[in-house]
């Protein structure tokens, strides 16, 4: 096994100068499709993130520099994660290291890897909140928020969910989830079916029928959100829809016009890239900042889907980048824009018609809470149908959608 100096590299990205997984990938991984272990490499130190800093800080006398931190995590994930012989992982990352420029320190990360792989991995705080936080990969101060907003059993049911390591694919429409299941068996991948497309590892090198316009990577949550959507015809407004997917599940299933909105140029110019690979049509593109009322609209549309911003706190599966990134500004930010989102919304609704407010966060203040706020303000609006996803079914994903009617 030889381990990619560039792994290190996309790590230092994220840890050091905020870069998203994605990003630092696409970045110092171009190439990851024809490497899945480097890209699964490079999740799973993320994954891991708050576990791993407590047992260095357990297995070191003070703490190290943040780039040698990276290094560690790399050999603790590769010994706890990987089937790789322990020699074989603490000799690559002690070699590694020199590799990127950190001689000096090799001795040392050698000696603490191998300290790790004696008596390290089952190093788990006492304390039972923090316990859970390391086991959960998140920051007390979000921990402490799902226990007071749920308590501490159904916060431990919801931050201990298993998430899956596996990719949701669907097939685009004119293609079909037979033609797809073809495609996958012809390519000799391993698959679990479901209701709405398929789970694939990270070996299955699917990327061509995307660009081929023939499959796309879609969450089985965003999926049962948008089969959560009534739809009885007229056109749909999709607010904040970047990059797109959703509106582009719209547009096939139902065959509807759809205006797909964002707030930003090269967001917009995504959603058109995107309906334009997996030739999808009927949707309409408009730069608009979901905030600002367009007085032409209102009571127009007989479908307003607010996909709203969110902590992502229920995304973790994809999207496990966010517990670094999010604080606790971040979240009370997100929950007023979220209330003045869903305010303009409703304006759009026709009488009849129906507002659709999902987020892919599972904390009730952003999701329950900002529904009643609503619906206690107006009373044209009832509760027609509520639910979280099934974090089972989503891989550990949970979320959150809410369908209210017009009178």
């Known amino acids: 096994m030889v381990i990619s100096p560039a792994v290190y590299y996309a790590l230092s990205d994220i840890y050091t100068k905020g870069s998203w997984i994605g990003e630092a990938i696409k970045h110092h991984l171009p190439g990851f499709m024809m490497e899945p272990m480097y890209f699964r490499l490079v999740h799973t130190v993320v994954e891991r993130d708050y576990l791993t800093e407590y047992r260095i800080s357990r297995l070191t006398d003070r703490p190290p520099k943040t780039s040698v931190k990276i290094i560690l995590k790399i050999g603790m994930a590769l010994l706890d994660v990987f089937n790789i012989p322990e020699y074989a992982v603490v000799n690559d990352v002690t070699e590694m290291t020199k590799v990127v420029g950190k001689r000096g320190v090799s001795g040392f990360v050698n000696a603490v890897l191998r300290r790790y792989a004696r008596e390290g991995r089952e190093l788990y705080p006492e304390d039972p909140v923090e ?30 969910t298993v998430k899956t390591e596996k990719a949701h694919i669907r097939p685009a429409r004119s293609f079909g989830k037979e033609a797809l299941k073809q495609a996958l068996d012809e390519m000799k991948c391993i698959y679990e079916e479901t209701e709405y497309g398929f789970y694939i590892g990270g070996d299955c090198k699917w990327h061509g029928l995307y660009i081929e316009g023939k499959a796309t990577a879609m969450a089985w949550s965003s999926i049962d959100v948008c089969e959560s959507v009534p739809y009885e015809g007229g056109m749909i407004l999709d607010l904040c829809a970047a990059p797109g997917g959703k509106s582009i599940y719209f547009a096939e299933k139902y ?23 997996i030739n999808a049509k009927g949707i309409s593109t408009i730069l608009l900042d979901a905030r600002d009322l367009i007085p032409e609209w209102k009571g127009q549309f007989p479908v307003v889907f607010l996909d709203a911003p969110c902590s992502g706190f229920g995304s973790l599966a994809t999207n496990q980048d966010v517990v670094l990134h999010r604080t606790k500004e971040d979240v009370e930010e997100i929950i007023k824009l979220q209330r003045e989102l869903i305010s303009v919304a409703a304006e759009y609704v026709a009488a009849g018609g129906v ?28 509760l027609e149908k509520e639910k979280h996803t099934d974090p089972i079914k989503g891989g550990g994903e949970s979320y959150y959608c809410a369908v209210m009617r017009k009178k």
């Open 131 to 160: 316990n859970l936080a390391a086991r959960a990969n998140r920051p007390r101060w979000q921990v402490d928020r799902y226990i007071n907003e749920l308590g501490m059993e159904e916060a431990s049911r919801r931050l201990l």
């Open 255 to 277: 065959g509807a016009k759809v205006v797909s909105c964002d707030k930003y140029i090269h967001r917009v110019k995504l959603i058109k890239e995107y309906a334009r690979t």
């Open 355 to 382: 507002l659709v407010y999902a987020t892919c966060s599972d904390l009730p203040s952003e999701d329950e809470s900002i529904v009643r706020s609503l619906l206690e303000n107006r009373n044209d609006f009832s």
